[in-house]
């Protein structure tokens, strides 16, 4: 692979940041930050193996020259160089909350949605990013952390699952998600980002403290 991004990376991080932009977020002191932001959550196939799919964490972490490139919605090639552990590493250096997101097997540009039966491997996958960041060494993805170079916990307290969600079949969904998630030792809260057709549940949460309270970040 050849790769034109500069050696020098914020904190020497390996695969890291570049370092001025890394500096300039920093200096900002943010609370937390989300990743990935937009449509590229849940705008593309529903096949992982898809070059359009769904954005999938999985093929973001390991090998950044075995990590598929995938087509965004905007319509260029995106590397997925930066991954959900580079990610987490960012939010550790600069200390700021991570809150990942990832879809819920519904795109609602193409109105593509996972059916009911086959929603599990979406939330499994969100199962699996929860233990890949707080699980013990002794689990399957807390030992991939732990493999790739980090044996605590990220200490992750939130998920989000979907972006800016319209329509039904997202709620539908994310139903399901919650009735698998909600209580989950590892994490405090599950979230909404944002949800254009159902104002009133912006940024809801689940898990405890109660039902439907905004976070405090």
């Not at 919605?73 to 939010?91: M, R």
């Not at 009911?116 to 952390?145: H, K, M, V, Y």
């Not at 790739?148 to 139903?175: C, K, S, T």
């Amino acid at each position: 692979m050849v790769s034109l991004f500069p050696s020098q990376t914020y904190r020497n991080r390996p695969n890291g940041l570049r370092e001025d932009i890394a500096i300039l977020l920093a200096d900002l002191k943010p609370k937390f930050m989300r990743f990935p932001g937009g449509c590229l959550i849940h705008d593309g196939s529903l096949n992982p193996d898809d070059r359009d799919s769904m954005y999938r964490w999985k093929k973001t972490i390991g090998d950044v020259t075995e990590r598929p490139a995938r087509r965004n919605n905007w319509q260029y090639n995106q590397t997925l160089d930066l991954g959900y552990y580079e990610y987490f590493l960012f939010c550790e250096d600069i200390g700021a909350k991570p809150i990942p997101v990832l879809p819920a097997g519904y795109d609602p540009h193409h109105k593509w949605s996972a059916p009911f039966n086959e929603l599990q491997p979406w939330i499994d996958d969100a199962l699996d990013l929860i233990e890949f960041a707080n699980g013990e060494a002794s689990t399957p993805w807390g030992a991939l952390r732990v493999q790739l170079g980090h044996p605590e916990p990220f200490n992750m307290e939130y998920i989000g699952i979907g972006n800016e969600e319209v329509g039904e079949p997202f709620f539908e969904r994310y139903a399901y998600f919650t009735g698998q998630l909600r209580g989950n030792i590892r994490i405090s809260k599950l979230l909404i980002p944002v949800v254009r057709s159902h104002p009133e549940k912006n940024m809801s949460a689940v898990g405890d403290p109660p039902a439907r309270t905004a976070p405090t970040l």
